[in-house]
C-alpha cells in the first residue's frame, strides 16, 4: 500500500484539490440522485463540511490526492458522512476504508452520537465496508432517495474516536 496521508481542508489550494475531486465523483450518473445543488455546494465548499463540526478530508497518497469525504452535521448529536470517494486508479488499495475510519473519527472527536450515510444499490462494495465497520440499516432519513438506496448508521463512542459505543 502507499503511503497515505489524510489531513483536514479548509481552504487553499488543497479545497481546489478536493472540489476537482467532487466534481468527479459527480460526473458519475449513477449518483443523479445526490445531485441537487451540487454546482453549488460545490462552489461554497467548504460549506456545511467546515468547522467547527464539519470537515472536508483529503487522503494523499504517495504525495498524489486519491480520495476524498465530506462529513457534516445533521444535528446536534447526529453527522453524515457524505462523497466518500477514491480516485479510479487508487481503488481497491484501502483508502476507501481510511477515509471512512477517518470519518468516523472526526464525528467522534467532535462529540456526534451518530454517524449516518446513505449509499446506491449498485455500491456492493461500500456497503460491505460499511457493514464491516458496525454501520447498520436504518429508514431513510432525507426525501431524496432513489430505488434501492440504502440508509446506514453508526453509533458512536463517547469513550474514544472510532470505537462503536457499547449498547
Given at each position: 500500500?502507499?503511503?497515505?496521508?489524510?489531513?483536514?481542508?479548509?481552504g487553499g489550494p488543497d479545497l481546489d484539490t478536493v472540489r476537482?475531486?467532487?466534481?468527479?465523483?459527480?460526473?458519475?450518473?449513477?449518483?443523479?440522485?445526490?445531485?441537487?445543488?451540487?454546482?453549488?455546494?460545490?462552489?461554497?465548499?467548504?460549506?456545511?463540511?467546515?468547522?467547527?463540526?464539519?470537515?472536508?478530508?483529503?487522503?494523499?497518497?504517495?504525495?498524489?490526492?486519491?480520495?476524498?469525504?465530506?462529513?457534516?452535521?445533521?444535528?446536534?448529536?447526529?453527522?453524515?458522512?457524505?462523497?466518500?470517494?477514491?480516485?479510479?486508479?487508487?481503488?481497491?488499495?484501502?483508502?476507501?476504508?481510511?477515509?471512512?475510519?477517518?470519518?468516523?473519527?472526526?464525528?467522534?472527536?467532535?462529540?456526534?452520537?451518530?454517524?449516518?450515510?446513505?449509499?446506491?444499490?449498485?455500491?456492493?462494495?461500500?456497503q460491505a465496508l460499511y457493514r464491516a465497520m458496525g454501520f447498520?440499516?436504518?429508514?431513510?432519513?432525507?426525501?431524496?432517495?432513489?430505488?434501492?438506496?440504502?440508509?446506514?448508521?453508526?453509533?458512536?463512542?463517547?469513550?474514544?474516536?472510532?470505537?462503536?459505543?457499547?449498547?
Amino acid at each position: 500500500m502507499p503511503d497515505a496521508v489524510i489531513s483536514t481542508v479548509t481552504g487553499g489550494p488543497d479545497l481546489d484539490t478536493v472540489r476537482e475531486m467532487l466534481a468527479e465523483y459527480g460526473a458519475d450518473v449513477s449518483r443523479a440522485y445526490c445531485l441537487k445543488g451540487f454546482d453549488a455546494e460545490l462552489a461554497g465548499l467548504p460549506g456545511a463540511y467546515g468547522p467547527p463540526r464539519g470537515a472536508l478530508l483529503l487522503l494523499r497518497a504517495d504525495g498524489t490526492a486519491a480520495g476524498a469525504v465530506g462529513i457534516r452535521a445533521l444535528s446536534e448529536d447526529r453527522a453524515e458522512m457524505k462523497r466518500l470517494y477514491v480516485r479510479p486508479v487508487w481503488q481497491g488499495q484501502g483508502f476507501g476504508r481510511a477515509l471512512a475510519g477517518a470519518a468516523v473519527d472526526h464525528a467522534c472527536a467532535t462529540g456526534f452520537r451518530a454517524l449516518c450515510l446513505d449509499t446506491l444499490a449498485h455500491m456492493k462494495d461500500a456497503q460491505a465496508l460499511y457493514r464491516a465497520m458496525g454501520f447498520a440499516e436504518i429508514a431513510a432519513y432525507h426525501g431524496y432517495t432513489a430505488p434501492g438506496m440504502r440508509f446506514m448508521e453508526l453509533t458512536l463512542s463517547a469513550e474514544g474516536a472510532g470505537s462503536p459505543r457499547k449498547s
